[in-house]
């Protein structure tokens, strides 16, 4: 079936399950080595860095999984201003970042006017870098706004592309169809698309697993961000079990396989999970890393799991430490937009 996978990139739902369940650490070798090569062939040794900056954890949704959830008194919430982010950008300017990632939870605040602003702001002062935005979902007139004003990508996980398996980690008034017309919608307005899931969330079962792969297969996104679930004490999946750093690497490899120009994080909760995540990560064919560019002040409150990593290797100053971690194994951390190949080129 590996073999397979290599050679035609696809997979059935039934494949997809028995290559998860049946898995070892031999299979597991395999996979990573052939992902190893499938990414060398389109990247080479290079692994790109996108800056992150965490703008609000004020989020109007309830995802049960989530510790910046609405409902969760405890959290102290805070939003920056657009001279704040702007002052993250010049400081991620000078370590060598090309990309900024806006993430947030859904804040209503950021309007489509003051998001625009705010990404043709940085659109005109740092004009060879790429601005990626993760605020979740929004209506296509939105999304057409901040395309408009020269955003690049979007991150939108799609969380679980079962809709049993959406409705058990979500609300009911939060709608899988919702999610995904988004994300077909970003994908019309020519934005670069990252969709993906969490590995081990509760109710997860390898069927889910399996159809989130064929749904990847068939969405070929640009872009695809999984890690373990991690539970969050103030949440009501709190005293869960997490999910695993070896599944996580296992599907990453898988991935790499299916789409071997697809642009694949070492997540930071893959990070947490495990002290050496952000290497087997690397090792098992991801090929992008995004430290934290929040204000050191904000960035322990954008705890979306329990013990969250935002200081050290893990922070944009660290950059140069994680460097050297990702020489110590072979690979090269580059200063470059680091698009996909295929970049669409779609102007709305
Ligand atoms: N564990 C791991 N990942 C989480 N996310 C949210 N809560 C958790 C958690 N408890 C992920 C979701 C979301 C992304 C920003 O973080 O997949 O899309």
Not at 284 to 304: C, D, E, I
């Amino acid at each position: 079936m590996i073999s397979r996978l290599c050679e035609s990139r696809s997979l059935s739902l039934e494949e997809y399950a028995q290559l998860i369940d049946g898995r070892d650490a031999e299979a597991a070798a395999l996979l990573a080595a052939r992902a190893d090569a499938a990414r060398r062939q389109v990247y080479g040794n290079r692994v790109f860095i996108r800056g992150l900056i965490e703008i609000s954890n004020i989020c109007k949704n309830d995802c049960l999984y989530c510790g910046i959830r609405r409902s969760n008194a405890g959290c102290a919430r805070y939003r920056l201003e657009k001279d704040d982010i702007l002052s993250c950008c010049e400081q991620g300017y000078a370590l060598g970042f090309r990309t900024f990632v806006m993430q947030g939870g859904e804040d209503g605040y950021f309007t489509d006017e003051r998001m625009a602003d705010i990404v043709r702001a940085i659109k005109a002062r740092y004009p060879d870098c790429a601005v990626t935005l993760s605020l979740g979902e929004r209506g296509y007139e939105s999304f057409a706004r901040l395309r408009e004003a020269g955003a690049d990508r979007y991150l939108l996980r799609h969380e679980t592309a079962s809709p049993a398996h959406y409705a058990r980690l979500h609300p009911k008034e939060m709608s899988f169809e919702r999610r995904m017309r988004c994300l077909q919608d970003l994908k019309r307005l020519g934005y670069q698309v990252g969709c993906g899931f969490m590995v081990g969330s509760p109710y997860q079962t390898t069927r889910d697993l399996a159809a989130d792969l064929r749904f990847i297969e068939e969405f070929s996104p640009q872009m695809v961000g999984i890690g373990p679930f991690i539970p969050h004490a103030a949440t009501p999946f709190a005293g869960r079990s997490a999910g695993s750093a070896e599944l996580t690497c296992y599907l990453l490899s898988i991935l790499r396989l299916m789409h071997p120009a697809v642009l694949l994080p070492a997540t930071t909760a893959l990070g947490t999970i495990d002290s050496a995540g952000r290497e087997r990560g690397i090792l098992a064919g991801a090929n992008v890393v995004m430290p934290n560019l929040s204000p050191a002040a904000v960035r322990k409150k954008y705890a979306l799991y329990d013990n969250k990593l935002s200081d050290g290797d893990e922070s944009a100053q660290g950059v140069e430490s994680l460097r050297r971690r990702m020489a110590a194994i072979g690979y090269e951390i580059v200063t470059d937009r680091g698009d996909h190949p295929d970049t669409p080129s779609t102007i709305i």
